[in-house]
């Protein structure tokens, strides 16, 4: 079997969708797995971006069907999380109106990371580094991220919803334990395309659509030039389409070099 068709079958992609269809099933998976862990609904944290908004507009129908059906209250907590200011916050807000929210917060990480980055640099001398890189202070900001999704989601007993889809999985393009840790990925198994597929047939609003991808970890980041590999090659390649070789090689030496982030915690 070709490296590719083994990528694509350990992500369960299909090279095909029917949007509604796949609504409907992630949907269901969502209800199906509140009901069986005895939570009261889901924590979405929301970006401004497009895989946040999509998980957030499947997590609110998933919490409106389980109220009505059962008559109990199911909550879906949208919560905004800007380091500092956010210039594009105004598109979590519009995510938030989209899906009709009526749980959304705003916690700004900003202090909390830079506690943790003045905790870290300050013992760099005797480790004989210098300060930390951009790069990592980015992996801070996405763990403290998590930190306050659970600190709510105890209190609430709600279980934080990941975005991770195929096209970040097999890139590893997510931080180990900061946006990759969570209870549940509603959206795993899909492409780049397919996310967007998804969002468009449940309104999320068009200045998101439009939007470059990027994890909003520094100034100017885009995943596509942070990876060098575009959305479109990446979603080809998962359909099983053929690509240029030397990008088909790049994906796969990610997909090998971040396995670490995808298996089970390595012990003895
Ligand atoms: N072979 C191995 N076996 C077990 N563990 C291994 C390991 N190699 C590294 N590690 C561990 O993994 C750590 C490195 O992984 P990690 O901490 O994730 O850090 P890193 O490799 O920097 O990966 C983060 C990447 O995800 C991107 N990102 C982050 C957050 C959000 C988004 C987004 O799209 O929104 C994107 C970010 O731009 C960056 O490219 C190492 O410090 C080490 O602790
Ligand atoms: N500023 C933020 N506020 C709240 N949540 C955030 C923020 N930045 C990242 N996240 C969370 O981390 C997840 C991963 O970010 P990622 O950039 O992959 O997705 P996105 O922003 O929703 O979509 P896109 O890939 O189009 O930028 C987000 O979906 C969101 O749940
Ligand atoms: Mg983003």
Redesign the pocket.
Known sequence: MSMQQQIIDDLKVQPTIEPDAEIRKRVDFLKSYIEKSGSNGLL??????????V?AGLCKRATDELSESTGKEYKTVG?????GS?VDIHD?YATAEAFDLKYKVETNVQKGVDAIEEIVNSVMPQLEQEAITPQAKGNIK?RT?MVVQYGIANALNLLVV??DHAS?AITG??TKYG?GAVDITPLSSLNKRQVRELASHLGVPQSILD?A????LWENQT?ETELGISYADNSDYLEGKTIAPAVAEKLESYYKRTAHKRDPIPGI
């Open positions: 979405i944290a929301i970006s401004g971006g497009i895989d946040s908004a998980a919560v905004f999380q800007p380091y956010q979590s996405a991220r990941g975005t970040e393009f997510f946006d939007k991808p990027t994890a909003g995943d």
